[in-house]
């Protein structure tokens, strides 16, 4: 009961300050209306994303297609909302999985302590030595290029910082007086997991997850920039720029328009995650 008082003020209080910090709410919001938009893409979007029109090819925005056409025709605009449901997708999905095996795994080190916990936090290190991007490309070239591989390798390379995270804030949580007295009535690991643990890590986790995803969403752009991620016809953000960096002198508009949405986009996820970092976590400097 002690704890569950102590989780639910720290949450009143870190939201309290979190709506002060009018950047992280403005971005909030915009991350709200970017997801809206493209979640309804297939009913709101003015053609189809596929269908190709040669007549209109390479046209620039007009009062028919607001953001222009590419090659082959296809509304910008419409690709451009398709895009960003898959990449927003993409990065959602990835990261739950980053944090799943991160948490798991974070409070599984803590928990069994000794040399076991070293040796699991030695794998992390070495891991993170490793050439992420690298791996990435290669699960999805030996794996094949569908959405579920690209889901599991981009998420499976991203949950490392967590894990460290999470498994340093479950060790100051072990040592404390109400999980202490939690073990001494007897409660199961699971119990203190799912009643102490997770209300307090609540905070942690949101402000991880907001700071995974536009990494998450910009591993995925560069793969697909590579042409080893989403394949034709879907498109993504990252994918748009590539084919509009292969023609920025002819068509410009096809670089700029997902260029600077998924700018937006990551700056947006970035103001949110640190205005969440500074309200919940007490050790911020802006209260």
Same mark, same amino acid.
């Given at each position: 009961?002690?704890? &569950?008082?102590?989780?639910?003020?720290?949450?009143?209080?870190?939201?309290? =300050?979190?709506?002060?910090?009018?950047?992280?709410?403005?971005? +909030?919001? #915009?991350?709200?209306?970017?997801?809206?938009?493209?979640?309804?893409?297939?009913?709101?979007?003015?053609?189809?994303?596929?269908?190709?029109?040669?007549?209109?090819?390479?046209?620039?925005?007009?009062?028919?297609?607001?953001?222009?056409?590419?090659?082959?025709?296809?509304?910008?605009? &419409?690709?451009?909302?398709? *895009? /960003?449901?898959?990449?927003?997708?993409?990065?959602?999905? %990835?990261?739950?999985?980053?944090?799943?095996? *991160?948490?798991?795994? *974070?409070?599984?080190? %803590?928990?069994? /302590?000794?040399?076991?916990?070293?040796?699991?936090?030695?794998?992390?290190?070495?891991?993170?030595?490793?050439?992420?991007?690298?791996?990435?490309?290669?699960?999805?070239?030996?794996? /094949?290029?569908?959405?579920?591989?690209?889901?599991?390798?981009?998420?499976?390379?991203?949950?490392?910082?967590? %894990?460290?995270?999470?498994?340093?804030?479950? =060790?100051?949580?072990?040592?404390?007086?109400?999980?202490?007295?939690?073990?001494?009535?007897?409660?199961?690991?699971? +119990?203190?997991? =799912?009643?102490?643990?997770?209300?307090?890590?609540?905070?942690?986790?949101?402000?991880?997850?907001?700071?995974?995803?536009?990494?998450?969403?910009?591993?995925?752009? #560069?793969? &697909?920039?590579? /042409?080893?991620?989403?394949?034709?016809?879907?498109?993504?953000? +990252?994918?748009?720029?590539?084919?509009?960096?292969?023609?920025?002198?002819?068509?410009?508009?096809?670089?700029?328009?997902?260029?600077?949405?998924?700018?937006?986009?990551?700056?947006?996820?970035?103001?949110?995650?640190?205005?969440?970092?500074?309200?919940?976590?007490?050790?911020?400097?802006? =209260?």
């Amino acid at each position: 009961m002690m704890a &569950s008082t102590v989780s639910t003020y720290q949450t009143e209080t870190g939201w309290q =300050r979190f709506r002060k910090d009018r950047m992280a709410v403005w971005s +909030g919001g #915009f991350l709200v209306v970017v997801a809206l938009l493209c979640a309804l893409s297939p009913w709101i979007s003015p053609y189809p994303y596929m269908a190709q029109n040669l007549e209109a090819s390479a046209m620039g925005p007009s009062a028919s297609h607001w953001l222009g056409t590419d090659l082959l025709g296809r509304d910008v605009l &419409s690709r451009l909302l398709q *895009g /960003g449901a898959i990449s927003l997708f993409v990065g959602f999905i %990835a990261t739950a999985v980053a944090l799943f095996v *991160g948490i798991i795994y *974070g409070v599984l080190a %803590a928990e069994v /302590g000794g040399r076991t916990e070293d040796g699991l936090m030695r794998l992390v290190d070495i891991v993170s030595t490793l050439p992420l991007t690298l791996i990435v490309i290669l699960a999805t070239v030996l794996f /094949g290029q569908n959405m579920p591989m690209i889901f599991l390798a981009v998420g499976g390379v991203s949950w490392l910082t967590m %894990a460290r995270i999470i498994r340093n804030q479950t =060790r100051e949580l072990k040592g404390s007086q109400f999980v202490q007295a939690a073990v001494a009535l007897g409660q199961s690991r699971l +119990g203190i997991f =799912r009643h102490h643990y997770l209300p307090n890590l609540a905070g942690t986790i949101a402000v991880c997850a907001t700071l995974t995803v536009p990494g998450v969403m910009l591993l995925e752009a #560069f793969v &697909s920039f590579l /042409g080893l991620g989403v394949k034709a016809p879907m498109t993504s953000w +990252g994918l748009m720029i590539k084919e509009g960096a292969d023609i920025m002198e002819e068509c410009p508009w096809l670089l700029i328009s997902p260029s600077v949405v998924f700018a937006l986009t990551l700056l947006s996820l970035n103001f949110l995650g640190d205005g969440l970092r500074d309200a919940f976590d007490p050790r911020s400097s802006k =209260r």
